[in-house]
């Protein structure tokens, strides 16, 4: 009966709403509560809904109805209810009453998905990151157990967007992102990852992360990017080079390498970054300085041109020497003059050039030097015309060209003891080139002025061999006895005596006391007691014996590049045995018969006994062979004493040098062979071969010694001296190597 009203009374009700009739809510909780004091669940619940229907937001109402669903067991109405009240508590942002509904429904149905779902999202809101992982683990459990791979996906990256400071998570949740086919968001987030892990030193799990990326997006070149800045940020610089693929990246790790003593790496990296960016000069430039001052212009070439040097002389002139050396003669003597023209100045460091390229190209190293020297005479500076020419024919000693220009520069400027020892060093270079007649007439002149220094009779005797003379020392001897006279071409002496009104002739007596030699250069013919000199001869003569006599009492020095020694030739003229002449008291010798073979190799065996006294050890092409031969004999204490005392000569310099570094070397005294070797190194050799040889054993010695860095800088410039020298290529690829790791 009850139920019946009951129902009637919600007909009724029904009926009222559509008229929107106010309900009396006082009257119907009122009879609710008298419903369920009599255990009326039902007609209570039906109270409650009108009330609740009425009022939507009558919060408590809806909580008790919700709980009167469950005393009924009516869970899902109850849910319904619980839900409709925490969901909108948590648009309002009552989250913590929100939250305990939402624990609410779930503590009575525990796999309510949409309870769970919220209650994680409140408690992750709120710090609490354990409730949320608990919640969201039950929706991805439920989800994994119906078979729903994408939905339990998307919990595990909720799981894994928890907490930010939780990487493994995060990263988990990026893989996460694989099995919904978002590649994308995967790399992102671990992106995302990478950069945070970096910026708390954590490079290996940032480096972790990013390969997970870089193996899901290969082609990504942010990822690689990311890569070098971890890499190098952790100074893992070997796996940094690896990833570096612009000229920045290798810029700035040439910079990190440099910082870390390892200069070969960073000259590498620098020049991939010039390779990769042609434009930067300032690189480039860079890059050429650093390959010339290691002696490598071919590596400089690569990077220097005329345009990068730009008005810079100093690099114009490194240009310059590069096209010297690689045979662009026209090309190298322009960029020369350009310098010249812009600063004179500069002399010296163009004659450097010519210097430098001499050895390797004779030729297009004169045409340099000639460039200044001629602007010295110009400017009438004789001696540095001189001393840039003097330097070159010491690098190249046999240069013809050069030392014409050197006898032309020194007669220019009355440079006389300078032009002295360039006509000896002309008239050996002559010598060398077979030009007789030439070589005859410059040594015969050098003898007329110094017939005393034994370098300069030998040296015509030389020249006497090579013009077929039948018997070069009967000639010799001719000349010293004065009866065949040499013929001086000292043009700077006075031949002809200034005008005068002619005077009385002079008895003989005062004709042979008044004679006096003229200056240095002449023409020397036998004087007679009882001969009278012509007022004006149209030659002035001298008495060769009374000059060598003269030279007995205070003898002279031969010009500084002659081996020369002081010896008495009056030997000749006073050898009585021999028939010679006897110099008379206070006057002049009296010429007697020419001087024969015999007694000329008096003159030479007293040359060859005074030049042994004065050098100690003999004649250093002698001793040296003496040390070559005791070497070969066993004899190593014998040879090294020979050899050095004669390793000073500058001709055998290197020869010597060479030969003791062998014999300390075989000795098994690295140190002693190792500074003799250098020495050698340091001196020019007879030819390139040698040279190759003598540093390629050097590198050796220097690498065995464990002088890795030195015996790399010797390899370097053997292959750019001699290219690929046997196995140098490797070697220096070892060497490399090895330095990279100390």
């Known amino acids: 009966m009850q139920a019946a009203n009951s129902q009637a009374v919600h007909g009724s009700l029904a009926a009222a ?300 002139l490194t240009v310059a020497e590069m096209r010297l050396r690689a045979g662009e003669i026209d090309q190298g003597l322009a960029i020369a003059r350009r310098v010249l023209d812009a600063d004179p100045g500069r002399r010296d460091q163009v004659a450097l050039v010519g210097w430098n390229v001499a050895e390797q190209a004779p030729d297009a190293g004169f045409a340099v030097v000639e460039l200044a020297a001629d602007l010295a005479a110009r400017e009438n500076d004789w001696g540095a015309a001189a001393a840039a020419l003097q330097e070159f024919v010491t690098r190249v000693p046999s240069h013809i060209a050069a030392l014409c220009r050197l006898v032309e520069i020194c007669v220019d400027g009355s440079l006389e003891a300078t032009l002295y020892t360039a006509q000896a060093q002309l008239a050996d270079a002559y010598i060398t080139a077979g030009m007789a007649t030439e070589a005859r007439f410059i040594s015969e002149d050098l003898v007329a002025r110094e017939p005393w220094d034994r370098a300069n009779i030998e040296r015509f005797r030389k020249t006497l061999v090579m013009t077929n003379e039948p018997d070069p020392d009967a000639i010799i001897a001719e000349r010293l006895s004065g009866q065949a006279p040499f013929t001086s071409t000292d043009l700077s002496a006075d031949f002809f005596p200034p005008f005068e009104a002619p005077a009385p002739t002079p008895t003989p007596a005062a004709a042979a006391t008044s004679a006096e030699p003229g200056p240095r250069q002449t023409t020397v013919e036998p004087v ?57 008291n206070g006057g002049p010798a009296v010429a007697g018969p020419p001087v024969k073979t015999a007694e000329l190799d008096r003159v030479f065996e007293q040359f060859r006994d005074e030049a042994s006294r004065r050098s100690g050890n003999g004649n250093a092409e002698s001793e040296f062979a003496r040390g070559v031969a005791l070497h070969e004999a066993g004899d190593l204490d014998g040879a090294i004493g020979a050899l050095e005392a004669v390793a000073r000569s500058p001709k055998l310099r290197f020869a010597v040098a060479a030969r003791l570094g062998r014999i300390f070397k075989q000795r098994g005294m690295t140190v002693q062979s190792l500074e003799w070797m250098e020495r050698a190194a340091q001196a020019p050799a007879n030819n390139p071969d040698e040279h190759h040889q003598l540093l390629f054993e050097l590198a050796e010695a220097l690498e065995s010694n464990g002088e890795v860095g030195r015996a790399l800088a010797i390899c370097l410039e053997l292959q750019s001296d001699a290219g690929a020298y046997r196995d140098i290529n490797t070697r220096i690829d070892r060497l490399a190597k090895v330095q990279a790791r100390e």
């Open 528 to 584: 007679n007691a009882a001969t009278e000199l012509p007022p004006a001869a149209s030659a002035q003569t001298v008495d060769i014996g009374s000059m060598l006599n003269a030279q007995a009492a205070a003898p002279s020095k031969a010009h500084a590049e002659t081996e020369s020694v002081e010896v008495d030739l009056s030997i000749v003229l006073n050898e009585k045995s021999n028939g010679g002449p006897e110099k008379s």
């Open 17 to 316: 709403r559509g008229t929107q009739v106010p309900i009396d809510r006082a009257a119907i909780l009122k009879n609710a509560d008298k419903l369920l004091k009599q255990g009326k669940l039902q007609p209570a619940i039906a109270e409650y809904v009108r009330i609740v229907e009425d009022q939507p937001r009558d919060f408590n109402s809806v909580n008790l109805l919700g709980d009167l669903y469950v005393r009924a067991r009516q869970i899902d109405r109850a849910v319904e209810q619980f839900v409709r009240i925490a969901d909108a508590l948590s648009e309002d942002g009552f989250l913590p009453k929100a939250a305990a509904l939402y624990k609410k429904v779930i503590k009575i149905k525990p796999d309510h998905e949409h309870s769970l779902l919220q209650a994680a999202e409140i408690a992750a809101s709120q710090n609490l990151y354990a409730d949320a992982r608990a919640y969201l683990t039950v929706v991805a459990e439920k989800k994994a157990a119906a078979g729903d791979k994408r939905g339990n996906a998307q919990m595990r990256i909720r799981l894994g967007n928890l907490d930010p400071s939780d990487y493994p998570a995060r990263i988990n949740a990026a893989r996460a992102r694989i099995d919904i086919n978002d590649t994308h968001g995967a790399v992102r987030d671990l992106k995302e990852i990478a950069v945070e892990l970096t910026g708390k030193k954590r490079p290996a799990e940032a480096v972790e992360a990013l390969r997970e990326a870089g193996n899901l997006a290969p082609d990504d070149e942010s990822i690689r990017t990311q890569l070098f800045d971890v890499y190098l940020a952790s100074d893992d610089l070997a796996r940094a080079g690896e990833c570096a693929t612009t000229a920045a990246q290798f810029k700035l790790l040439a910079g990190a390498l440099e910082s870390a003593g390892r200069a070969g790496e960073a000259l590498e990296m620098q020049c991939a970054a010039a390779r990769l960016d042609p434009a930067d000069t300032e690189l480039r430039v860079h890059l050429a300085k650093t390959f010339v001052a290691r002696g490598d212009m071919s590596a400089a070439a690569q990077y220097l041109t005329e345009e990068t040097a730009g008005n810079d002389s100093q690099l114009l």
